[in-house]
Structure formats: structure tokens, C-alpha cells
């Protein structure tokens, strides 16, 4: 018996770290993602992992989330196949999009409360939005504590848009989210003006100044790193507007940043000049 499942990557177009203190986010499914096929044998001992070209990292990630699956269902052997589209620690939700394409592999479609319960094992103080939009592959509006809302986004909203690689921070979520709770009063009003980017998206208003905003306070948490904030910089200058998306970093790379921009010349031209990647 062989059942394949999959999860797409997210996109936050606003909330980062204000959705953990109760501040609304929106957030989108991206069309790149990760795909789990598992394959029933019964007269194997134990369950074997396939995923190439992975790393150490993420295939005892794996096998973490496998062993949560057997607190569910014992009758899990075989082989499971992981490929992923999707860039991997860049705050694209690869690691909740492995959680539940894994889970329904392992435990079938219906798995919404078991998945919810093994990302928060394994994910420690995640605020929700990623597994919100992931599980339901739609465009969601979250806060925490409630049920997330579908909402369907105003037209061309996401007209020329692309992702830039920017590198793999050097400090992992969990830490991040934890240096910035340690500072939450004294960046309160940046959280105020990340869930008033949310409203303003939801309300239709035109996304350059949004995003223009929603940089500016992740800027104050302190997330995005110099090189990255100059690369923001002169993609404003040539006309467009952009975020870092997910958890960014203090030190090494942001992770991806998305950018909303109709010349896409200058944008490559940009881009020619770093260490980036860029994605359509």
C-alpha cells in the first residue's frame, strides 16, 4: 500500500512576530513544498527514510517527527520518501510543512489534531500561522487564540512578485522568538504597526506602503540584518517594495525576502551584485 501526501511552503505577507502576542497575520500557500510518500510493508522491522540530497539536520528532524507518529499508529513500516520544492530553513514553514505531509502519509488525511500536536512538540512557541495557512493551502487570516479565517486577497495583489534567498540566518526560530519576547515591552509599538499592516492588507489598501511599513518595524525587532536591510534599500530605490518573510535573523543571512517590483531588470541587476538568489 503506497500513500503519497503533501504541504506547501507559506508566505507571511504580514504579522512576523506579532502573531505570538495576539496581533493579527495573513499568510498564503506558496507553490513549492514537500512531499512525503510512504510505502506500507509489514514484513520489514522498521521503517527506512529516503530524502536525497538531505542533510544530518533534517533527517533526524524526520525521524523526530516519525517517532511522534508511532505514539499514534505502531503499524508504521516500510519506506518514506521526502522531496522537497521548497528552500529549507529560509522561513518558508518547510519544517511545519514536513510535519503535516508526513503526518498524513503516516497517518491519514484526517490527522488535523494529531499533526497540531506533533508540530507543537517538536516546534516549541510557534504561534499557529504557519500551521494555519499550511494545513488549509489557502490564504488565512490568524490570531492567536481563534479560529483562522479564509479570506480571499484583492486582485493582482501578488502581480510581479518574487522571493530573494538571502542565506540561512545564524540563529534558529525558537531563539529568536525567545530574544524577542525577552524585549516585548520595549517593542510593543512595533507589533501595533505589524497587525495594523494585517487590517490594512484585509481592507484592501495598495501593499507598496504596507510593506514599506511592515520593513520598517521589523527593522526595530531587529531582525533583519544590515546587508539585507541594503538590499531592501535598493530595491526601493529601483521602484519596488519588500520583507523579509519568517523569522529573519540578527546575524547571517534573513532568510527569503519577498519582493513586489515591476522592473524586473533592475531587480536581476541588484541581485548580480550579491550572494542572493532569486526566485519567480
Given at each position: 500500500?503506497?500513500?503519497?501526501?503533501?504541504?506547501?511552503?507559506?508566505?507571511?505577507?504580514?504579522?512576523?512576530?506579532?502573531?505570538?502576542?495576539?496581533?493579527?497575520?495573513i499568510a498564503i500557500p506558496a507553490n513549492c513544498g514537500i512531499t512525503a510518500?510512504?510505502?506500507?510493508?509489514?514484513?520489514?522491522?522498521?521503517?527506512?527514510?529516503?530524502?536525497?540530497?538531505?542533510?544530518?539536520?533534517?533527517?533526524?528532524?524526520?525521524?523526530?517527527?516519525?517517532?511522534?507518529?508511532?505514539?499514534?499508529?505502531?503499524?508504521?513500516?516500510?519506506?518514506?520518501?521526502?522531496?522537497?520544492?521548497?528552500?529549507?530553513?529560509?522561513?518558508?514553514?518547510?519544517?511545519?510543512?514536513?510535519?503535516?505531509?508526513?503526518?498524513?502519509?503516516?497517518?491519514?488525511?484526517?490527522?488535523?489534531?494529531?499533526?497540531?500536536?506533533?508540530?507543537?512538540?517538536?516546534?516549541?512557541?510557534?504561534?499557529?500561522?504557519?500551521?494555519?495557512?499550511?494545513?488549509?493551502?489557502?490564504?488565512?487570516?490568524?490570531?492567536?487564540?481563534?479560529?483562522?479565517?479564509?479570506?480571499?486577497?484583492?486582485?493582482?495583489?501578488?502581480?510581479?512578485?518574487?522571493?530573494?534567498?538571502?542565506?540561512?540566518?545564524?540563529?534558529?526560530?525558537?531563539?529568536?522568538?525567545?530574544?524577542?519576547?525577552?524585549?516585548k515591552d520595549s517593542l510593543e509599538e512595533s507589533f501595533k504597526v505589524i497587525?495594523?499592516?494585517?487590517?490594512?492588507?484585509?481592507?484592501?489598501?495598495?501593499?507598496?506602503?504596507?510593506?514599506?511599513?511592515?520593513?520598517?518595524?521589523?527593522?526595530?525587532?531587529?531582525?533583519?540584518?544590515?546587508?539585507?536591510?541594503?538590499?531592501?534599500?535598493?530595491?526601493?530605490?529601483?521602484?519596488?517594495?519588500?520583507?523579509?518573510?519568517?523569522?529573519?535573523?540578527?546575524?547571517?543571512?534573513?532568510?527569503?525576502?519577498?519582493?513586489?517590483?515591476?522592473?524586473?531588470?533592475?531587480?536581476?541587476?541588484?541581485?548580480?551584485?550579491?550572494?542572493?538568489?532569486?526566485?519567480?
Amino acid at each position: 500500500m503506497k500513500t503519497i501526501s503533501s504541504a506547501p511552503a507559506k508566505i507571511i505577507l504580514s504579522g512576523e512576530y506579532a502573531v505570538v502576542f495576539g496581533y493579527p497575520g495573513i499568510a498564503i500557500p506558496a507553490n513549492c513544498g514537500i512531499t512525503a510518500e510512504y510505502e506500507l510493508d509489514l514484513g520489514r522491522p522498521d521503517l527506512i527514510i529516503e530524502w536525497p540530497n538531505s542533510n544530518a539536520g533534517w533527517i533526524e528532524y524526520t525521524n523526530e517527527i516519525v517517532n511522534k507518529c508511532k505514539e499514534y499508529e505502531d503499524q508504521i513500516f516500510g519506506t518514506l520518501k521526502i522531496n522537497s520544492t521548497a528552500p529549507l530553513g529560509k522561513g518558508m514553514g518547510s519544517s511545519t510543512a514536513l510535519v503535516i505531509a508526513i503526518c498524513r502519509a503516516l497517518l491519514g488525511e484526517s490527522c488535523e489534531l494529531k499533526a497540531k500536536e506533533i508540530e507543537d512538540a517538536l516546534n516549541i512557541g510557534n504561534s499557529g500561522i504557519d500551521f494555519a495557512v499550511i494545513w488549509n493551502n489557502s490564504a488565512i487570516e490568524f490570531r492567536k487564540g481563534e479560529e483562522p479565517k479564509k479570506v480571499k486577497l484583492k486582485e493582482g495583489i501578488l502581480k510581479n512578485m518574487y522571493l530573494i534567498d538571502t542565506g540561512k540566518p545564524e540563529q534558529a526560530t525558537p531563539e529568536l522568538v525567545e530574544w524577542t519576547t525577552s524585549r516585548k515591552d520595549s517593542l510593543e509599538e512595533s507589533f501595533k504597526v505589524i497587525g495594523r499592516c494585517t487590517e490594512r492588507v484585509i481592507g484592501g489598501e495598495d501593499l507598496e506602503e504596507i510593506i514599506k511599513d511592515h520593513n520598517k518595524a521589523q527593522i526595530k525587532l531587529g531582525v533583519v540584518p544590515k546587508n539585507v536591510q541594503e538590499l531592501i534599500e535598493s530595491i526601493e530605490t529601483s521602484g519596488g517594495y519588500a520583507k523579509v518573510i519568517g523569522a529573519g535573523g540578527k546575524t547571517g543571512g534573513a532568510g527569503m525576502v519577498l519582493v513586489i517590483i515591476d522592473n524586473f531588470e533592475a531587480l536581476s541587476s541588484i541581485i548580480s551584485n550579491t550572494s542572493f538568489t532569486l526566485f519567480s
